[in-house]
């Protein structure tokens, strides 16, 4: 089984820029379809971005589309958010999860591999 540790978050201004990490270990990443979803208080888990196994494929939840980038290096074993003009709505604990193989999806009952999560905190 995969485990999964995030990193990068912190406390930023709007309009600045922060780059998140998920560090895998313990399986094969490149046999997993990876996404990030984030939860702000007291609101549900939201989907943000998800990429392909060999990373060909992304999709973006509409609210950060154009702002934000998802990108893996299978020979690090790492999965990556490139976050850019955020926004205090951004505010929130992002995790990133592993779903075994199969089509992209973007519910989070999908993903069996979670990360403890990292928070993001963007002041107006």
């Known amino acids: 089984q995969v485990q999964l540790v995030e990193s990068g978050g912190g406390l930023v201004q709007a309009g600045d820029s922060l780059r998140l990490s998920c560090a895998a270990s313990?399986?094969?990443?490149?046999?997993?379809?990876m996404a990030w979803f984030r939860q702000a208080p007291g609101k549900e888990r939201e989907f943000v971005a998800t990429i392909s196994w060999i990373g060909r494929n992304t999709y973006y939840a509409d609210s950060v589309k154009g702002r934000v980038t998802i990108s893996r290096d299978n020979a690090k074993n790492t999965l990556y958010l490139q976050m850019n003009s955020l926004k205090p709505e951004d505010t929130a604990v992002y995790s990133c999860?592993?779903?075994?193989?199969?089509?992209?999806?973007?519910?989070?009952?999908?993903?069996?591999?979670w990360g403890q999560g990292t928070q993001v905190t963007v002041s107006s």
């Open positions: 313990g399986g094969i990443f490149s046999s997993y379809n």
């Open positions: 999860a592993a779903r075994e193989g199969g089509d992209l999806r973007i519910e989070s009952h999908e993903f069996g591999f």
